[in-house]
């Protein structure tokens, strides 16, 4: 697994925990619905800035996002 893969199947995981939609966590981060789109589809990768707000909208540490992103990728 890629970590571009990694990255947008935890994302998506979370913000779907969360119950928001990829219009809401966009809104809650302050960036376009595409954006968010875009990361889960693998065809952009966020900067460490919207990585942190990213994490701040869906309540969760930045350090365990990141740790899900490497547990998705071991697994695979």
Known sequence: ?????????TLRNRRIKCGLSQEDL??????DRTYISMIERQKRNPTLNIIFRICKSLDIKASDFISGIEKAMENN
């Open 1 to 9: 697994m890629t970590l571009e893969n990694a990255l947008a199947i």
């Open 26 to 31: 966009a809104h809650e981060c302050n960036v």
